[in-house]
């Protein structure tokens, strides 16, 4: 505790120091956190969440209309081309746009099962191919599906599932013992994350991987898995040519993977409940799966948009702010609103670049490091567009001080509380400590840990490279209604506007409290760029070995 608070102390006398030295030239500083406002804010919302926009998607016209929009609000506030004489970063993407006339067919129980697209599975194919058929692939249950040796765990031991169809839990065995000494209890590790498990099962060789769909495990309702993996898919253009022996990946409704144990003359819940046995032995269903898939293959760009604000003395570090600007689009399938608007989630995060960007040119000169905004494409889609900048960097991340990534502004008024994923993580938790305390906030972690918001976001690609990132927000404690307030309200979104068409801008939103988070985010990136020394990983995150490698090398 000592050593904590003695860190907070140093960090906020040297805010003290930077807002009253700032450089050459004293800054106005008065005038750069006069400039966040949740009118300004509200202005930018208003067009990027707007119908004009058509949801932002990935190679569309929305597309078009937000990229250059943002080129254009960059423009107008000073700042410069993020790459070379461009403000775009070229993300070369595969389109792989499935048939929805598919249908999963069990075989092998008293009768063959059909399940269709869309009510009882949600299936697309990582390959690039113009049709992948798993035919009479034997069904076999992996429990979490996880090969963790630092936690002891191997659900793939003395078991070959090369050409099967896997069957797998959502999350992992944490969360659903809800013990500290399992995992990392109910927070979720990165072995629970959707992407992880079908990665693994394309290791281990399945011809198809089922993942278990439970709505308090996977963080979200079956709604948003049809809206979020049905229709159109993204990935980064990889080497190999996106071929992977995993032909097929697919949720599974918890209703439709019951039938299928049912069949198999199991259990679900009792076979969930041996999957957290010591010693847990994958078992065959005595089942067989079927589905072929007909794909619209393409190759296509995205953009993401790099802007900067050269600094002065250490012009060639760098802090580097991140939004990403793309949802959903749209589905013209839906009855009423067909539109994806993506206000909240992320024209917020975006509108923010702009009005920080504006901020800092406020200051009247530049600052000692160079200011990075990077608005990033398809992180809906999986992170691609940071994960592509990350591993194509046009900053050298070695120069890179630190990551603030902002993904859903808050919109609920003015919080007591600033809530950081991934707490504990990098000594970037002390900045936003010591500017929380200034704007009487308190710092705590993140309040829903269970979800995996580490591993959801723009950062974590960051992170994966070592470079520290913050991912913070404003959290549930309302300061005129109390936490329950506060909670309600996040968790009437998730439940009712999270990844829908009814994620909309609305006049009575209350953006105080996301002026208050964007001036948070100023006056930690501010410090940074005033200061020469470089973050680090704290003793034990997963990051810091590569960092402080890296670092040894430059």
């Not at 705590?444 to 913070?472: C, I, K, M, W, Y």
Request: hydrophobic residues 40%.
């Amino acid at each position: 505790m000592f050593k904590r608070t003695f860190s907070t102390l140093l960090i906020i006398a040297g805010l003290l120091f930077a807002f009253s030295c700032a450089g050459p030239q004293a800054h106005d500083i008065d005038k750069a956190l006069a400039s966040l406002s949740a009118g300004s804010l509200a202005e930018h919302v208003k067009v990027l969440a707007s119908d004009e926009f058509e949801g932002r998607a990935p190679v569309s016209d929305g597309e078009k209309r937000t990229v250059q929009y943002l080129e254009a609000e960059f423009k107008k506030v000073g700042a410069q081309p993020g790459n070379g004489e461009s403000y775009f970063q070229d993300v070369p993407l595969v389109e792989i746009t499935p048939n929805p006339d598919m249908t999963l067919t069990i075989s092998g129980g008293k009768s063959p099962m059909s399940f269709s697209y869309g009510d009882n599975l949600v299936a697309w194919s990582p390959n690039a191919k113009d049709k992948v058929d798993v035919k009479d692939s034997e069904l076999v249950f992996v429990g979490y599906g996880v090969i963790a040796p630092e936690f002891g765990w191997n659900d793939y031991e003395g078991v070959d599932v090369q050409g099967k169809t896997v069957v797998m839990l959502v999350n992992d065995p944490g969360f659903a013992t809800e013990d500290p000494e399992v995992f990392n209890g109910r927070a979720m590790t990165y072995y629970g994350r959707w992407t992880y498990k079908f990665e693994e099962a394309a290791r281990q060789g399945a011809a198809a991987a089922l993942l278990i769909h439970e709505t308090e495990p996977a963080a979200y309702g079956w709604g948003v898995v049809r809206n979020t993996w049905m229709g159109k898919q993204f990935s980064l253009v990889a080497e190999d040519g996106n071929v992977s022996p995993c032909d097929v990946v697919s949720w599974i409704s918890l209703e439709t993977t019951e039938e299928i144990f049912g069949a198999a003359g199991m259990n679900f819940q009792e076979a969930k409940a041996r999957a957290l046995e010591p010693g847990f032995e994958a078992v065959s269903l005595g089942l067989k799966a079927s589905v072929a898939i007909e794909n619209s293959v393409k190759n296509s760009i995205s953009q993401n948009v790099v802007a900067v604000l050269p600094g002065s003395d250490r012009a060639d570090e760098y802090i580097v702010y991140v939004a990403h600007w793309d949802h959903f689009g749209m589905d013209p399938t839906l009855e009423g609103d067909q539109i994806f608007n993506g206000a909240l989630d992320n024209a917020t995060g975006t509108a923010a670049l702009v009005v920080l960007a504006n901020a800092f040119k406020n200051l009247g000169e530049p600052t000692g490091r160079s200011i990075i905004f990077l608005a990033s494409t398809a992180e809906e889609q999986g992170l691609l567009g940071s994960h592509y900048y990350a591993t194509h960097p046009i900053y050298p991340l070695t120069k890179t001080a630190a990551v603030i990534n902002m993904d859903g502004l808050n919109i609920y008024g003015r919080m007591k509380d600033v809530r950081i994923v991934g707490y504990g993580q990098s000594e970037l938790d002390d900045y936003a400590r010591a500017v929380a305390a200034e704007q009487d906030q308190i710092i705590l972690p993140n309040a829903t840990p269970e979800r995996g918001s580490f591993f959801r976001s723009d950062h974590f690609p960051f992170a994966q490279q070592g470079v520290p990132a913050l991912s913070a927000g404003s959290g549930i404690q309302h300061r005129e209604k109390g936490e329950d307030y506060g909670r309600q309200l996040r968790e009437q979104y998730n439940r009712k506007n999270y990844h829908k068409p009814s994620d909309e801008y609305d006049d009575s939103w209350d953006l105080t409290g996301a002026a208050e988070d964007m001036q948070l985010y100023f006056k930690i990136g501010y410090r940074l760029a005033m200061e020469s020394t470089f973050p680090s990983w704290k003793e034990g995150s997963e990051f810091k070995a590569k960092r402080d490698a890296d670092m040894a090398a430059r």
